[in-house]
């Protein structure tokens, strides 16, 4: 885990292409035994991302929503980096490629629909309560997908680990 962080934090320093392959070849090395640990990582800081804002909805002072809003970007911010290795992990090539801009398309929709139904929502209240309470749902509906996808993933990576010592010897 720690070399993994390593090399990712190197990913800020890379020059060109050839520093670029080196450091994914280096992650995915680093990676290669511990992905169904990456996605739980990833799943509890979601999580974390989800009660911070159930947090900050929940108590009514200002310093409470600070600290609640902070709790929430600690997850969100901890699991983004996690979040971005999916795709690579599982999908080659073009599929690789479609799935990163699938994620980066449905990003920017939701950083546009958002703030319109958290306004939509402060209409209809009165309260930006119930509108940081949905902010919430998308959080916890990718704690419960990583979940999901980590255990159908979990046969499919064992099986390519058992192919690939076979190949080996």
């Given at each position: 885990?720690?070399?993994?962080?390593?090399?990712?934090?190197?990913?800020?320093?890379?020059?060109?292409?050839?520093?670029?392959?080196?450091?994914?070849?280096?992650?995915?090395?680093?990676?290669?035994?511990?992905?169904?640990?990456?996605?739980?990582?990833?799943?509890?800081?979601?999580?974390?991302?989800?009660i911070?804002?159930?947090?900050?909805?929940?108590?009514?002072?200002?310093s409470?929503?600070?600290?609640?809003?902070?709790?929430?970007?600690?997850?969100?911010?901890?699991?983004?980096?996690?979040?971005?290795?999916?795709?690579?992990?599982?999908?080659?090539?073009?599929?690789?490629?479609?799935g990163?801009?699938?994620?980066?398309?449905?990003?920017?929709?939701?950083?546009?629909?958002?703030?319109?139904?958290?306004?939509?929502?402060?209409?209809?209240?009165?309260?930006?309560t119930?509108?940081?309470?949905?902010?919430?749902?998308?959080?916890?509906?990718?704690?419960?997908?990583?979940?999901?996808?980590?255990?159908?993933?979990?046969?499919?990576?064992?099986?390519?680990?058992?192919?690939?010592?076979?190949?080996?010897?």
């Amino acid at each position: 885990m720690i070399t993994w962080g390593i090399v990712s934090t190197c990913f800020a320093f890379v020059q060109g292409p050839i520093s670029f392959m080196v450091l994914r070849f280096l992650l995915g090395v680093a990676e290669a035994g511990f992905f169904p640990g990456m996605v739980l990582y990833m799943a509890a800081s979601c999580l974390l991302g989800a009660i911070g804002l159930l947090i900050a909805a929940a108590v009514p002072t200002l310093s409470g929503a600070m600290v609640g809003i902070s709790i929430s970007t600690l997850g969100v911010i901890a699991a983004r980096p996690i979040f971005w290795t999916l795709p690579g992990s599982f999908l080659t090539g073009s599929a690789a490629a479609a799935g990163i801009a699938f994620i980066n398309a449905f990003g920017n929709l939701g950083g546009f629909i958002g703030p319109y139904v958290i306004g939509l929502i402060k209409d209809q209240t009165g309260s930006f309560t119930l509108g940081i309470v949905a902010t919430s749902l998308p959080l916890a509906l990718s704690v419960v997908a990583a979940l999901v996808l980590a255990r159908r993933l979990a046969p499919l990576r064992a099986a390519a680990v058992t192919h690939t010592s076979e190949s080996v010897q």
